[in-house]
């Protein structure tokens, strides 16, 4: 059963993404991956994974933003995105609003020995809370023959690592609605039919 949250109250209007995406230099995409704090496995349980599903919605919606394909590994997730924004924004709305959600779930559930290893010491007796590393990677994507590329490096990264026999089999992807095998409610529905193929122009 998929984990639902409803819309967070102070979530702002929606900002509508544009409805054709073109790849070229001129207006590439992003592709995006973002590791756990030192490498934790902090995405380890299908709740967490389905939190951070419906956060990156979250921000899609927020920033008028186009999610093109995913997935979420247990101690790292790749995107792709368009560039309507700038890449900083980008990330500032994804990784945002996503670390505000899952640290949110963690913290109301009493996920204390989580939280310990997500703790940053700023100063004598104060601390925050780090669910990513600072330095994500972001890579200008501006063909289609490398956004394929990266499709399917998103798509395999289950098979590599082991969780799965086919991409299709692993839920926290993309990949099925690429393959138009979707299922009746994925954990997040991608943006990919908004791109515009140069042989289909």
Not at 40 to 68: H, M, W, Y
Not at 160 to 179: I, K
Request: charged share 25%.
């Amino acid at each position: 059963m998929l984990f639902r949250m409803g819309p967070h109250p102070t979530q702002r209007a929606a900002m509508p993404p544009p409805s054709v995406f073109r790849i070229s230099r001129d207006t590439p995409a992003y592709y995006l991956t973002s590791l756990g704090h030192e490498r934790l496995p902090v995405f380890q349980s299908d709740t967490i994974k389905q939190i951070v599903c419906n956060a990156l919605d979250e921000a899609r919606s927020s920033g008028g933003i186009l999610i093109f394909a995913y997935v979420i590994m247990p101690d790292h997730s790749h995107l792709i995105t368009d560039s309507t924004r700038s890449s900083s924004d980008v990330l500032r709305f994804m990784n945002g609003i996503t670390a505000k959600r899952v640290l949110d779930y963690l913290k109301a559930n009493n996920f204390d020995s989580s939280l310990a290893k997500l703790r940053l010491q700023e100063r004598e007796r104060k601390h925050k809370y780090s669910l990513f590393e600072h330095h994500p990677n972001v890579f200008d994507v501006n063909n289609e023959t490398t956004l394929m590329q990266k499709v399917n490096y998103i798509h395999l990264n289950p098979v590599r690592a082991g969780l799965v026999e086919h991409p299709d089999d692993y839920l926290y992807s993309s990949a099925r609605q690429w393959h138009r095998r979707a299922l009746g409610i994925e954990p997040l529905i991608t943006d990919h039919k908004c791109i515009r193929w140069r042989s289909a122009a």
